[in-house]
């Protein structure tokens, strides 16, 4: 059983970064990728960020240039380096793993990420 843990949400200033974490326990084995959701109350969970086990990562256009994904397979762990925060980044951040054809998935319990003045 694959677990996630997910640190490095909280409340940052308009412009400000911050750094999510996700650390995986298990292994979903074989092929696989690990990415950022985010969430909004009353809206669908949608992808921010994802990177597979051999490096490539995509973006949403909205945070395009300004956050970065990566990974250190050897720890199990996924970074979301987030600069220029914008209020509409405001949600709660999902982590997960899942097989390339969703076949298998997991995901974390999420950290919220609030951006205000």
């Known amino acids: 059983q694959v677990q996630l843990v997910e640190s490095g949400g909280g409340l940052v200033q308009p412009g400000g970064s911050l750094r999510l974490s996700c650390a995986a326990s298990?292994?979903?084995?074989?092929?696989?990728?690990m990415g950022w959701y985010r969430q909004t109350p009353g809206q669908q969970r949608e992808v921010v960020a994802t990177i597979t086990s051999d490096g490539n990562t995509n973006y949403a256009d909205s945070v395009k240039g300004r956050f970065t994904i990566s990974r250190e397979n050897d720890k199990n762990t996924v970074y979301l380096q987030m600069n220029n925060l914008k209020p509409e980044d405001t949600a709660a951040y999902y982590c997960?793993?899942?097989?390339?054809?969703?076949?298998?998935?997991?995901w974390g319990q999420g950290t919220q990420v609030t951006v205000s003045s």
């Open positions: 298990g292994s979903i084995g074989g092929s696989h990728v």
């Open positions: 997960n793993i899942r097989t390339v054809n969703w076949s298998a998935f997991h």
